[in-house]
Structures are given as C-alpha cells and as structure tokens.
C-alpha cells in the first residue's frame, strides 16, 4: 500500500542540526511532490517546504529559508529534510506528506493525500 | 501569507447531532481549500478537497462548501470515531497555511 515510512526520534541541542527522512513505497516516487509540515505542541500545522521528487525543484516558507533543505533521492525513493541552528521553539513534530492533485476547472488543486507518521524532534539543552 | 482563521475553536456535541464549522481566508482563495481530521497522536487525515470534493473511503456525512473566503465544514448525524479535530488548509498559494483548527468533543 501507498506509505511514507519517517525516521526515528531525535533530541538536540540548541544550535545543532537534524535531518529527517522519509521513505515512499506504494506508488510512483517521482511523479509526486513531498511537503513537510510540523506542528509544535498545541500549535496549528506549519507548512514547511517542498520538494518536486522528479525534477528536485524546492520551494521553502520563508520563515525557515536559509535554515531549511528539502532534497531527495530518487534511486532510495527517499525524502530529507534538514533544518540548522535548532532552538527550542523547533521542538515539534515533524510531518512529510505526498500531495496529490485535482482539476478543478481549468487548474489544478492540491491536497495532502498520504502522510508520514510523524518524528518527533527534541530541542534541549 | 494567507491567514486561516476557524470557527468556534472547539465544540462540545452528542452523537447524532449535527455540527457545522467555518474556516475564513485573509484573501480569496477560490476553491482551494482542504479540510483535514487529526486524532491525537495520528497524522492528520484530508476529508474534503478543493472545497468540496469527499475523498475516497471518507462517510458522506461529511460535506464541505463555500468559495472564495468562506468555508464551512458540515457534520450530518456525528458519530463516535468523528470527534477529532479539524483543520483547514489552503493550497491556493505557498506558503500553504492551515487554520487553528476546531475540536469537537463530546
């Protein structure tokens, strides 16, 4: 079945860097684009970035630009994303999820269709 | 940024009532709007798409509408797996930006 398999748990210091991954089975790897998402405790979901997995085109929030790096690797069929310079308030979970698409009209919408389980990253001193 | 802002923030309901939430957008957003059901400590769950479209294998005692800023999501007859909470999320420009969210307890 159609899945996105996230890495472990993580706790880090201020300061430092994690990277996650998240691995696609089920479908086509690259005729998908990958969003992380992150929800920080009784906080609303944080739309991150994504990732065009066939051609690797990014786009990224502003508010983590220079701290955020979504790549891929087709042939592990495998998501990452990194974020630097931890501090506390990026304690959170951290979600990728594959977004399909629906014509509406004469354009295209977008919805998260499948998600990771989520990793749970720890930022403490 | 597209601000999403829900309504009520949360809700207490019996099973068999009927429930109704809105999400409003900053901007017009057309139809581009999602509606998503998150249980704790579950990934969230999308139900409705493009404002309006039921997604696969989702009851169709949920039905979404509206367009351009107003969105209500509709609960008909709430059952006991339903209570959740709901976000929206619009997917009409990036960054993509979820609503609050609006739980619904018993």
């Known amino acids: 079945q159609v899945q996105l398999v996230q890495s472990g748990a993580e706790v880090k210091k201020p300061g430092a860097s994690v990277k996650v991954s998240c691995k696609a089975s089920g479908y086509s790897f690259s005729t998908y684009t990958i969003h992380w998402v992150r929800q920080a405790p009784g906080q609303r979901l944080e739309w991150m970035g994504l990732?065009?997995?066939?051609?690797?085109?990014?786009k990224y929030s502003q508010k983590f630009q220079g701290r955020v790096t979504i790549t891929r690797d087709t042939s592990a069929v495998t998501a990452y994303m990194e974020l630097s310079s931890l501090r506390s308030e990026d304690t959170a979970i951290y979600s990728c999820?594959?977004?399909?698409?629906?014509?509406?009209?004469?354009?295209?919408?977008?919805?998260?269709?499948?998600w990771g389980k989520g990793t749970t990253v720890t930022v403490s001193s | 940024d597209i601000q999403m802002t829900q309504s009520p923030s949360s809700l207490s309901a019996s099973v068999g009532d009927r429930v109704a939430f809105t999400c409003r957008a900053g901007?017009?957003?057309?139809?581009?709007l999602n509606w998503y059901q998150q249980k704790p400590g579950k990934a969230p769950k999308v139900l409705i798409s493009?404002?309006?479209t039921l997604q696969s294998g989702v009851p169709s005692r949920f039905s979404g509408s509206g367009s351009g800023t107003d969105f209500t999501l509709t609960i008909t007859s709430l059952q006991p797996e339903d209570f959740a909470t709901y976000y929206c999320?619009?997917?009409?420009?990036?960054?993509?930006?979820f609503g609050q969210g609006t739980k619904v307890e018993i």
């Open positions: 990732i065009n997995a066939g051609n690797g085109n990014t």
């Open positions: 999820a594959r977004a399909a698409k629906q014509l509406v009209r004469d354009s295209y919408s977008y919805h998260l269709d499948v």
């Open positions: 493009a404002a309006s």
């Open positions: 999320q619009q997917s009409y420009s990036t960054p993509w930006t």
């Open positions: 901007q017009s957003i057309s139809s581009y």
